[in-house]
C-alpha cells in the first residue's frame, strides 16, 4: 500500500469505528452518538461562519470591495477617521467609533449597491451576527452600523486584536493580511468580510 493511502486510511479510521445499530434507535440518539464520537462541540464556534461561506459560494453575488485605508496622502490608515474616528476631534467617542469609508468610485460604479443614506440594512458579519446597517454622510461616503460601537467592536477588537485607544496603522492592516473589506448582497441581505488575498 502506497504510504498516501496508508495516510489517509488512518485519517479517515476513526469514521469507519461509527457503526450505530440504526434498527431501533431513535435520530436523537444516533445524532447523540456521532456527535460523542466526533466530538462536534469544538467545531460549533465555526458553523456560523461555515453557513455565510455556503451562501456566498452557491449564489450569484454582486458584491464590492472597500478599502480601510486612504490614498489622500501616499497608502494610509488616517488617524482621525474611519477606522480610527474615534480619535477624531471636536467631542470624546467611544473607542470602538469607526466607520468604514466608501470611496466615490463604489457609488459611480455600483448607484444601486448600497441602500439610499441613512436607510438601515441587515449586515451578517463572518461570525454569524447581524447588524443593522446604514450607509452615512454626505456624499454616502461612510457604512457605519446601529449601534455604531458593533462594527468597531467587531473590526478592532474581535478581528484585529487591537485594544482600546490603539490607533489603527497600515503596518497593523498588513501583518493581519488584509487592507480592504469584501462587501457581498444577496438578496436583501449585505454580508462583510475581511478581504483576504488568495
Same mark, same amino acid.
Given at each position: 500500500?502506497?504510504?498516501?493511502?496508508?495516510?489517509?486510511?488512518?485519517?479517515?479510521?476513526?469514521?469507519?469505528? *461509527?457503526? +450505530?445499530?440504526?434498527?431501533?434507535?431513535?435520530?436523537?440518539?444516533?445524532?447523540? /452518538?456521532?456527535?460523542?464520537?466526533?466530538? %462536534?462541540?469544538?467545531?460549533?464556534?465555526?458553523?456560523?461562519?461555515?453557513?455565510?461561506?455556503?451562501?456566498?459560494?452557491?449564489?450569484?453575488?454582486?458584491?464590492?470591495?472597500?478599502?480601510? #485605508?486612504?490614498?489622500?496622502?501616499?497608502?494610509?490608515? @488616517?488617524?482621525?477617521?474611519? =477606522?480610527?474616528?474615534?480619535?477624531?476631534?471636536?467631542?470624546?467617542?467611544?473607542?470602538?467609533?469607526?466607520?468604514? +469609508? *466608501? @470611496?466615490?468610485?463604489?457609488?459611480?460604479?455600483? +448607484?444601486?449597491?448600497?441602500?439610499?443614506?441613512?436607510?438601515?440594512?441587515?449586515?451578517?458579519?463572518?461570525?454569524?451576527? %447581524?447588524?443593522?446597517?446604514? %450607509?452615512? /454622510?454626505?456624499?454616502?461616503?461612510?457604512?457605519?452600523?446601529?449601534?455604531?460601537?458593533? =462594527?468597531?467592536?467587531?473590526?478592532?477588537?474581535?478581528?484585529?486584536?487591537? /485594544?482600546? #485607544?490603539?490607533?489603527? $496603522?497600515? $503596518? /497593523?492592516?498588513?501583518?493581519?493580511?488584509?487592507?480592504?473589506?469584501? %462587501?457581498?448582497?444577496?438578496?436583501?441581505?449585505? #454580508?462583510?468580510?475581511?478581504?483576504?488575498?488568495?
Amino acid at each position: 500500500m502506497n504510504s498516501e493511502i496508508q495516510e489517509e486510511s488512518e485519517l479517515f479510521s476513526e469514521f469507519e469505528i *461509527i457503526e +450505530p445499530d440504526i434498527a431501533g434507535q431513535s435520530d436523537n440518539k444516533l445524532i447523540k /452518538q456521532i456527535e460523542d464520537k466526533l466530538n %462536534v462541540g469544538d467545531f460549533q464556534q465555526y458553523l456560523p461562519s461555515l453557513d455565510v461561506d455556503l451562501n456566498l459560494c452557491h449564489s450569484r453575488e454582486e458584491f464590492v470591495v472597500l478599502p480601510l #485605508y486612504s490614498m489622500a496622502r501616499g497608502k494610509n490608515v @488616517p488617524e482621525r477617521s474611519g =477606522l480610527n474616528q474615534w480619535n477624531a476631534r471636536g467631542r470624546s467617542r467611544h473607542p470602538d467609533e469607526v466607520y468604514i +469609508p *466608501i @470611496p466615490m468610485a463604489v457609488h459611480k460604479k455600483n +448607484p444601486s449597491f448600497f441602500p439610499e443614506r441613512d436607510d438601515p440594512f441587515d449586515l451578517v458579519l463572518p461570525n454569524g451576527e %447581524v447588524l443593522c446597517a446604514k %450607509v452615512c /454622510q454626505q456624499g454616502r461616503k461612510a457604512l457605519m452600523s446601529d449601534p455604531n460601537r458593533a =462594527l468597531g467592536n467587531w473590526i478592532l477588537r474581535d478581528l484585529l486584536n487591537l /485594544q482600546k #485607544y490603539e490607533l489603527l $496603522t497600515l $503596518t /497593523q492592516l498588513i501583518k493581519a493580511g488584509f487592507d480592504s473589506v469584501k %462587501v457581498a448582497k444577496i438578496g436583501e441581505l449585505f #454580508y462583510l468580510y475581511p478581504n483576504i488575498p488568495l
